[in-house]
């Protein structure tokens, strides 16, 4: 399995800035090589250490989102020198080493901004035990760069970190952005053009706490910020207008397996106990959070996972929230949005209907004390249900439209030139009624 320390900052970075962190936390430990390069909106800088280690550091901006990308690799030079077939007696080993990496990474650097590392990944073959030393220092360097960073330009994310354990991957990460990447990045640009006010995206958030060897990836978090239209009171004396947040979830299924029953639980669970956090840190700027999952998995989902859907409906259990998954079935978005059957037309107006004669001067009172009442009370409740059911009608016609669902399946189609991850799979094709 081949894991890239990467660190996605939603915020333009002067490249300068970034270099001259950089040097200045590889001063005690590396040696920084001339042959590095530093432009306008790219850096790739080598520096090889005296206990045996090169490490490679890039860094581009994406001026479209407005976003930074920094990943890190480390290597034993020894390995790195058998992989190039280069000799390790050579007087100019290193500078052999520095060349070579400089012409696998620099087309790659210019052209691509989260998945620059494809062609080096390939190259990490350190057994288990020292794999697990050389992920420690990447996560360690990459958190004193990103912290040294903020602290430099004044700079913090607006969500707080949460242990997500979504972190199940086969392969290689680079050969799974080659299914999801040109997906992630048609939603992204969706988002932009439906113009959603007070929206902020993340991309690839990670989620890891700073102890944590491996990274949690939400490959997209959507923020959306709304002004609450209740009213609460604190202590008698002031009025406060908190906010209401919509989160939106976007998790792509990385192995090849269909998405498993236990992890959609497991997920579940998890942004409900971070919505609860969120909320608590939020104190009073926060009346209600709205959480929303949508999963993108290329290999299908568990059956099971229907049958969730099916019986744990929006709202009718507290710890249940709105999921969406993609690509969709017979071009209809899965979903277990709730739809309301008394809200068909034929009740209303036979509801109307009662209201109607109650309020005749030829009805008696027993007919309005007990026949217009149940028809008041029961109408009110289907126009409060009819209100929630358009709501979802507009966020699954909005979301329909972001996720672009009628082109999904092809959009998600491997990428001809990769074979595929396990031929033997079957991907689940049983159509699953939408509610």
């Not at 972190?167 to 299914?179: A, F, L, P, R, S």
């Amino acid at each position: 399995m081949i894991i890239i320390r990467t660190k996605i900052i939603e915020k333009l970075i002067k490249i300068n800035q970034i270099s001259s962190t950089i040097q200045k936390i590889f001063k005690s430990q590396f040696k920084i090589s001339k042959k590095s390069i530093i432009s306008e909106d790219y850096l790739l800088i080598i520096g090889h250490s005296e206990k045996g280690l090169i490490s490679v550091v890039q860094s581009s901006i994406n001026n479209n989102f407005e976003r930074t990308c920094i990943s890190i690799l480390v290597f034993r030079t020894q390995s790195l020198a058998e992989e190039l077939n280069i000799q390790q007696e050579s007087h100019n080993c290193l500078n052999l080493i520095e060349g070579k990496l400089i012409r696998l990474l620099k087309e790659g650097v210019k052209n691509k901004f989260c998945n620059t590392f494809t062609e080096l990944s390939k190259i990490q073959l350190e057994k288990a035990q020292i794999k697990r030393k050389i992920f420690s220092l990447e996560t360690r360097m990459l958190n004193v760069i990103v912290k040294h960073l903020y602290h430099t330009i004044d700079f913090s994310d607006e969500i707080m970190k949460f242990p997500f354990s979504i972190n199940q991957i086969d392969g290689k990460w680079e050969e799974w952005d080659k299914i999801y990447f040109p997906y992630i990045e048609l939603i992204e640009n969706n988002i932009i053009k439906t113009n959603i006010k007070d929206t902020k995206v993340y991309r690839n958030y990670n989620f890891a706490i700073e102890s944590d060897i491996f990274q949690r990836i939400i490959d997209l978090l959507i923020i959306t910020t709304k002004e609450s239209k209740s009213t609460l009171n604190t202590q008698g004396t002031e009025d406060i207008n908190p906010y209401d947040y919509e989160i939106i979830f976007i998790y792509c299924n990385r192995t090849s397996n269909p998405f498993k029953y236990m992890n959609l639980l497991k997920l579940v669970n998890e942004i409900k106990s971070f919505s609860e956090k969120f909320k608590n840190d939020k104190k009073n700027e926060c009346n209600i959070i709205i959480p929303q999952l949508i999963l993108v998995s290329q290999f299908g989902y568990d059956l099971e996972i229907k049958n969730y859907l099916r019986t744990h409906l929006v709202r009718e259990v507290d710890y249940i929230i709105p999921i969406m998954v993609v690509p969709p079935f017979n071009n209809e978005l899965w979903h277990n949005f709730d739809e309301n059957e008394d809200s068909k037309p034929q009740k209303q107006n036979d509801l109307e209907n009662i209201m109607r004669i109650g309020n005749s001067e030829h009805s008696s009172s027993s007919f309005k004390n007990n026949m217009v009442k149940s028809a008041k009370s029961e109408y009110g409740e289907i126009m409060k249900r009819n209100k929630m059911v358009k709501m979802d009608s507009e966020f699954l016609n909005k979301w329909h439209f972001i996720l672009d669902v009628s082109k999904s399946t092809e959009i998600l189609k491997i990428n001809k030139d990769n074979e595929k991850l396990d031929k033997s799979i079957t991907i689940v094709k049983e159509e699953v009624p939408t509610y």
